[in-house]
């Protein structure tokens, strides 16, 4: 025995020296890596795959290559580099996909943000302004859309190139610029800086950066060293999240001396929360968000339309083979085409397109199948599901690609091993409630589609349940609105497509069955061979191939890898016990028990294993539906769902030949209550509001919250336009009464701008735009109304915007001019003082008159600075005159009620006296009372210390606001 044990310790140590040996013989793979930026803690899974030896144990020597300003795709596309990471998760160039993969996605929400001065609370609001980005963050990244979306460019902002220096915001040099969340703000926060900030996420819009390319071709050819390399960056991410602290001193020691630990650390803690680890795996691609980019980009007409997108994402190797015997070839040379029969109405499973071709979950798996065959597939189409049966027993075609096994149907067709599982679900009308089991409902009427093998399950497992055959599941719709059926029962798959291709509001899914279908390709049983042959077809299917097909209709992608580490222990382990054999056959028997147990006991630990993913994907899909289409606070549809059904509202009204409107609902002044009652009492508000706007809405109306304060209300089948006033008056009636939150009574009022297709708009981002300038135009007339969209203005909104930049130029160009206007002592016909008067002098129009500029500067700020400039130049010229010997009396000047808001204004007026030796008894100031009353505390205790330097103050305008009989 004890010979026996040292025998079974040197072997081990002996083949584990060997190993060891053969795997430091392997000469390591050389690859190059393009990282965005610096070495920083974007990169740590990178780095300490690198430095912990992940690369080197799967055969490969990475090189990671830091930013050197040079276009790092295409470095790619010129083979200068074999990987690069990028923002967006879509590469493409003037509308053309750019020839590269998707490998990984490391970031699911983008670091990627715009840092705004205060100012700045929208993206409308970056129109006229000055924002620092590159052309890659404003073309192609997660900003690109929002941006488009907000119809910021070129023409109306002023975009300047980065100098990646944040002193450029900071002095206020620049009014807005891109950022990342994980490294500026630490820069800004340190330094005190108040800024706001434009999340896309925040805002409705899907994002995720940190994403690793590769060309198609070097994906092609390079299948199992990717599989390497993800491998390999996964673990360096998992050990980078787990210690943050000690892999942010590596980097900083060892790569980015300029760094400090504090920025790292606080670089890695965002990082984490970034990657979304409770929702995705590490380096997870979301493929369904990759095809929603495609198609939206398209929309945009960003990219041109029917592009092959089959390379976009990477795919793991297949090594699945069909091995036909001579016989099943000679059959398909001689069949030359298979012809099938489907379920024409069983969305998204399978069913024909109105271009007579068929489609869905079905074709897709079919058309996989048919290419590893080699063989041609024709339809023959029928109008239902019992034509179907009827012509596949006729021998009119040759298979069904969704079918389920029974004992009737064997008698005519012959299936395969089932390769799709979809469980019953019962679907109800919303005033049902929740069904926990149906023998509790067996005296109500369920409606099936006829033909179905549902049928013969049900009536197996429920003898006593009443049956309604209908031809597709529309008319079983029909039914449940119609009272004529209390449920609806099918697969889940199909009843959640048709309920959300159709905007089944008033339907929902009330009930599951312990049953469900296990589909299979069902062949006609006189021709075994085709059984056989779509038999080996369908083992061929690797769990990859099942993913990656449901992933396109479901956005869920399970994935399972083999355990390589287990198959070689196993293989070690049986080469010790046949060398054993040769000592002690009793030593064999005993391994061969121990080896039986352990398989055992792995068989019952990967079965509750595969229970456990499977009840993880159930949850994880509620998760994602809920979070991708609603809104959490509100529980309202988010931007993407109701884009998505204005889109299907647009194409109906148009189908129709109808009218749509759009409402877009602005909350009046909600900051001032999100500024003193705090965040919570705005959230309640929020809640409250959308409340009141749905109970005065009719039930076929879509309601959503776009984010922040701002609602919009699809509103479809209109008669007339008063009908449209109607529901916005009713709107605003409806939050007229005072919200009761936390002890506080609140009063809070709504402006809403309404615009109609086809009259206003022909599509999505046309409609929101008219609306959003239509609620603008209802701000501009005293909040509390409602307006409908009209030309005029757009108009006059970008006339407004050609002021505003025209303003800045004339600022900093010195255009303005100040006049006099004297004033006289009627009585004693004696010069009392004169009033200071501006005038702009423009370089092409010529003079323009307060009116027109005044109210757009006050409006946006920049009525301090041309105050200033008036205050100078009287000042100056009261002040020459004085010394000259004359005697003006005293210089009125108007001061706008923003100079009172600047605590710097009694310094400034201080300096300016001093500089022109102007004495404070010739001066007097005038405010309007109306400005006056808007903050009459702050204002009064600067008036006081006005007054106080022998400063007179004077009110303008006195009577005919505030003080109004």
């Given at each position: 025995?004890?010979?026996?044990?040292?025998?079974?310790?040197?072997?081990?140590?002996?083949?584990?020296?060997?190993?060891?040996?053969?795997?430091?013989?392997?000469?390591?793979?050389?690859?190059?890596?393009?990282?965005?930026?610096?070495?920083?803690?974007?990169?740590?899974?990178?780095?300490?795959?690198?430095?912990?030896?992940?690369?080197?144990?799967?055969?490969?020597?990475?090189?990671?290559?830091?930013?050197?300003?040079?276009?790092?795709?295409?470095?790619?596309?010129?083979?200068?580099?074999?990987?690069?990471?990028?923002?967006?998760?879509?590469?493409?160039?003037?509308?053309?996909?750019?020839?590269?993969?998707?490998?990984?996605?490391?970031?699911?929400?983008?670091?990627?943000?715009?840092?705004?001065?205060?100012?700045?609370?929208?993206?409308?609001?970056?129109?006229?302004?000055?924002?620092?980005?590159?052309?890659?963050?404003?073309?192609?990244?997660?900003?690109?859309?929002?941006?488009?979306?907000?119809?910021?460019?070129?023409?109306?902002?002023?975009?300047?190139?980065?100098?990646?220096?944040?002193?450029?915001?900071?002095?206020?040099?620049?009014?807005?610029?891109?950022?990342?969340?994980?490294?500026?703000?630490?820069?800004?926060?340190?330094?005190?800086?108040?800024?706001?900030?434009?999340?896309?996420?925040?805002?409705?819009?899907?994002?995720?950066?940190?994403?690793?390319?590769?060309?198609?071709?070097?994906?092609?050819?390079?299948?199992?060293?990717?599989?390497?390399?993800?491998?390999?960056?996964?673990?360096?991410?998992?050990?980078?999240?787990?210690?943050?602290?000690?892999?942010?001193?590596?980097?900083?020691?060892?790569?980015?001396?300029?760094?400090?630990?504090?920025?790292?650390?606080?670089?890695?803690?965002?990082?984490?929360?970034?990657?979304?680890?409770?929702?995705?795996?590490?380096?997870?691609?979301?493929?369904?968000?990759?095809?929603?980019?495609?198609?939206?980009?398209?929309?945009?007409?960003?990219?041109?339309?029917?592009?092959?997108?089959?390379?976009?994402?990477?795919?793991?190797?297949?090594?699945?083979?069909?091995?036909?015997?001579?016989?099943?070839?000679?059959?398909?040379?001689?069949?030359?085409?298979?012809?099938?029969?489907?379920?024409?109405?069983?969305?998204?499973?399978?069913?024909?397109?109105?271009?007579?071709?068929?489609?869905?979950?079905?074709?897709?798996?079919?058309?996989?199948?048919?290419?590893?065959?080699?063989?041609?597939?024709?339809?023959?189409?029928?109008?239902?599901?019992?034509?179907?049966?009827?012509?596949?027993?006729?021998?009119?075609?040759?298979?069904?690609?969704?079918?389920?096994?029974?004992?009737?149907?064997e008698q005519y067709l012959s299936f395969t091993t089932p390769y799709y599982f979809s469980s019953y679900v019962i679907a109800t009308t919303n005033d049902k409630i929740f069904i926990d089991n149906i023998e509790d409902k067996l005296d109500e009427i369920f409606a099936v589609v006829e033909g179905s093998s549902i049928i013969s399950d049900l009536k197996t497992h429920y003898p006593k349940i009443k049956i309604i055959e209908v031809k597709t599941l529309l008319d079983g719709i029909k039914l449940l609105r119609n009272g004529e059926a209390f449920g609806l029962i099918n697969i889940t798959t199909s009843l959640s497509h048709l309920i959300q291709s159709h905007s089944l509001v008033n339907i929902k899914i009330a009930g599951k069955l312990p049953l469900g279908f296990e589909l299979s390709i069902a062949t006609r049983n006189d021709e075994q061979e085709l059984n056989t042959i779509f038999e080996k077809a369908v083992k061929s299917l690797s769990a990859e191939?099942?993913?990656?097909?449901?992933?396109?209709?479901?956005?869920?992608?399970?994935?399972?890898?083999?355990?390589?580490?287990?198959?070689?222990?196993?293989?070690?382990?049986?080469?010790?016990?046949?060398?054993?054999?040769?000592?002690?056959?009793?030593?064999?028997?005993?391994?061969?028990?121990?080896?039986?147990?352990?398989?055992?006991?792995?068989?019952?630990?990967?079965?509750?294993?595969?229970?456990?993913?499977?009840?993880?994907?159930?949850?994880?899909?509620?998760?994602?539906?809920?979070?991708?289409?609603?809104?959490?606070?509100?529980?309202?549809?988010?931007?993407?769902?109701?884009?998505?059904?204005?889109?299907?509202?647009?194409?109906?009204?148009?189908?129709?030949?109808?009218?749509?409107?759009?409402?877009?609902?602005?909350?009046?002044?909600?900051?001032?209550?999100?500024?003193?009652?705090?965040?919570?009492?705005?959230?309640?508000?929020?809640?409250?509001?959308?409340?009141?706007?749905?109970?005065?809405?009719?039930?076929?109306?879509?309601?959503?919250?776009?984010?922040?304060?701002?609602?919009?209300?699809?509103?479809?089948?209109?008669?007339?336009?008063?009908?449209?006033?109607?529901?916005?008056?009713?709107?605003?009636?409806?939050?007229?009464?005072?919200?009761?939150?936390?002890?506080?009574?609140?009063?809070?009022?709504?402006?809403?701008?309404?615009?109609?297709?086809?009259?206003?708009?022909?599509?999505?981002?046309?409609?929101?735009?008219?609306?959003?300038?239509?609620?603008?135009?209802?701000?501009?007339?005293?909040?509390?109304?409602?307006?409908?969209?009209?030309?005029?203005?757009?108009?006059?909104?970008?006339?407004?915007?050609?002021?505003?930049?025209?303003?800045?130029?004339?600022?900093?160009?010195?255009?303005?001019?100040?006049?006099?206007?004297?004033?006289?002592?009627?009585?004693?016909?004696?010069?009392?003082?004169?009033?200071?008067?501006?005038?702009?002098?423009?370089?092409?129009?010529?003079?323009?008159?307060?009116?027109?500029?005044?109210?757009?500067?006050?409006?946006?700020?920049?009525?301090?600075?041309?105050?200033?400039?008036?205050?100078?130049?009287?000042?100056?010229?009261?002040?020459?005159w004085y010394k000259d010997g004359l005697n003006p009396g005293k210089i009125c000047l108007n001061l706008a009620v923003k100079q009172l808001e600047n605590s710097a204004c009694i310094e400034t007026l201080q300096s300016m006296m001093k500089v022109y030796d102007f004495k404070s008894s010739w001066l007097e100031l005038e405010i309007t009372e109306s400005d006056l009353m808007k903050k009459p505390k702050e204002a009064l205790k600067i008036l006081k210390e006005i007054n106080a330097l022998g400063i007179t103050l004077a009110i303008d305008d006195f009577g005919t606001g505030y003080s109004s009989l």
């Amino acid at each position: 025995m004890k010979f026996t044990a040292r025998l079974f310790f040197i072997i081990l140590l002996f083949t584990s020296l060997l190993n060891a040996s053969t795997q430091n013989s392997q000469e390591l793979t050389k690859v190059s890596l393009q990282l965005q930026w610096k070495y920083q803690f974007q990169f740590a899974g990178f780095i300490m795959a690198k430095e912990l030896g992940y690369y080197e144990n799967e055969g490969l020597e990475v090189e990671l290559l830091e930013y050197d300003s040079s276009n790092a795709i295409k470095k790619l596309l010129n083979n200068q580099v074999d990987y690069v990471l990028n923002n967006s998760n879509l590469i493409y160039q003037e509308k053309k996909l750019q020839d590269v993969t998707l490998l990984a996605t490391y970031f699911q929400r983008s670091p990627l943000i715009i840092v705004t001065q205060k100012e700045i609370k929208s993206p409308l609001d970056l129109k006229g302004k000055t924002f620092m980005t590159s052309e890659d963050d404003f073309y192609n990244s997660s900003l690109s859309i929002l941006l488009e979306h907000y119809s910021i460019n070129k023409q109306n902002t002023n975009v300047i190139a980065p100098s990646y220096n944040m002193e450029d915001f900071i002095e206020k040099r620049v009014d807005a610029t891109t950022a990342f969340r994980s490294n500026e703000l630490f820069m800004l926060n340190r330094r005190g800086v108040a800024y706001n900030i434009i999340d896309p996420a925040e805002l409705g819009f899907a994002t995720n950066a940190n994403n690793l390319f590769t060309t198609n071709t070097y994906a092609q050819n390079n299948q199992e060293q990717i599989k390497k390399l993800l491998s390999a960056t996964k673990k360096g991410w998992e050990y980078s999240l787990n210690n943050i602290k000690e892999v942010a001193k590596i980097i900083q020691e060892k790569y980015r001396p300029s760094r400090s630990l504090e920025s790292l650390m606080y670089e890695g803690e965002i990082t984490k929360n970034l990657m979304l680890e409770d929702l995705y795996e590490i380096g997870e691609i979301n493929r369904e968000f990759v095809f929603h980019t495609y198609k939206q980009l398209v929309r945009l007409n960003k990219l041109d339309a029917n592009q092959s997108t089959q390379n976009l994402t990477f795919s793991k190797p297949k090594e699945s083979i069909l091995n036909l015997t001579k016989k099943e070839r000679n059959y398909l040379q001689k069949k030359k085409r298979v012809t099938i029969c489907v379920d024409p109405h069983w969305k998204p499973l399978e069913w024909i397109g109105s271009d007579k071709r068929y489609k869905g979950i079905g074709a897709d798996y079919l058309h996989l199948l048919s290419s590893r065959i080699g063989t041609k597939i024709s339809l023959y189409q029928t109008a239902n599901w019992a034509q179907t049966i009827d012509a596949i027993k006729k021998r009119k075609c040759d298979l069904l690609p969704f079918a389920k096994k029974t004992k009737e149907r064997e008698q005519y067709l012959s299936f395969t091993t089932p390769y799709y599982f979809s469980s019953y679900v019962i679907a109800t009308t919303n005033d049902k409630i929740f069904i926990d089991n149906i023998e509790d409902k067996l005296d109500e009427i369920f409606a099936v589609v006829e033909g179905s093998s549902i049928i013969s399950d049900l009536k197996t497992h429920y003898p006593k349940i009443k049956i309604i055959e209908v031809k597709t599941l529309l008319d079983g719709i029909k039914l449940l609105r119609n009272g004529e059926a209390f449920g609806l029962i099918n697969i889940t798959t199909s009843l959640s497509h048709l309920i959300q291709s159709h905007s089944l509001v008033n339907i929902k899914i009330a009930g599951k069955l312990p049953l469900g279908f296990e589909l299979s390709i069902a062949t006609r049983n006189d021709e075994q061979e085709l059984n056989t042959i779509f038999e080996k077809a369908v083992k061929s299917l690797s769990a990859e191939d099942k993913n990656t097909i449901n992933a396109k209709w479901t956005a869920i992608v399970f994935e399972k890898e083999f355990d390589y580490a287990l198959m070689y222990k196993i293989i070690l382990f049986i080469l010790l016990i046949l060398l054993a054999f040769f000592y002690r056959q009793m030593m064999l028997k005993r391994l061969n028990s121990s080896l039986t147990q352990r398989v055992q006991e792995k068989t019952k630990e990967l079965q509750e294993l595969n229970e456990a993913l499977e009840k993880k994907v159930q949850l994880r899909t509620k998760q994602l539906a809920q979070q991708a289409y609603y809104d959490p606070l509100t529980k309202l549809p988010n931007r993407a769902l109701f884009t998505d059904r204005l889109e299907q509202g647009i194409a109906k009204a148009k189908r129709n030949k109808k009218e749509l409107a759009l409402f877009f609902i602005d909350l009046d002044k909600f900051k001032q209550i999100n500024d003193s009652l705090g965040h919570d009492i705005g959230d309640e508000v929020l809640q409250q509001v959308s409340n009141r706007i749905k109970s005065s809405l009719r039930e076929k109306d879509t309601l959503s919250r776009l984010g922040g304060d701002e609602f919009t209300i699809i509103v479809e089948d209109i008669q007339n336009h008063k009908e449209l006033s109607f529901i916005a008056q009713k709107i605003i009636n409806s939050l007229e009464k005072p919200l009761e939150i936390q002890n506080n009574a609140l009063y809070i009022s709504t402006s809403i701008g309404i615009s109609i297709y086809p009259n206003d708009g022909l599509n999505t981002h046309d409609m929101l735009k008219y609306a959003d300038t239509a609620m603008y135009k209802a701000k501009d007339e005293g909040r509390k109304n409602f307006q409908f969209y009209s030309s005029e203005m757009t108009v006059l909104a970008n006339e407004i915007l050609t002021m505003q930049a025209n303003l800045k130029k004339a600022i900093n160009n010195r255009e303005f001019v100040v006049y006099y206007q004297p004033q006289i002592d009627a009585l004693e016909n004696k010069l009392i003082g004169m009033e200071a008067l501006v005038r702009w002098q423009h370089p092409t129009k010529g003079m323009i008159y307060p009116d027109q500029f005044i109210p757009i500067a006050e409006e946006n700020g920049l009525i301090v600075d041309i105050d200033r400039i008036v205050m100078h130049n009287a000042l100056n010229q009261f002040s020459k005159w004085y010394k000259d010997g004359l005697n003006p009396g005293k210089i009125c000047l108007n001061l706008a009620v923003k100079q009172l808001e600047n605590s710097a204004c009694i310094e400034t007026l201080q300096s300016m006296m001093k500089v022109y030796d102007f004495k404070s008894s010739w001066l007097e100031l005038e405010i309007t009372e109306s400005d006056l009353m808007k903050k009459p505390k702050e204002a009064l205790k600067i008036l006081k210390e006005i007054n106080a330097l022998g400063i007179t103050l004077a009110i303008d305008d006195f009577g005919t606001g505030y003080s109004s009989l």
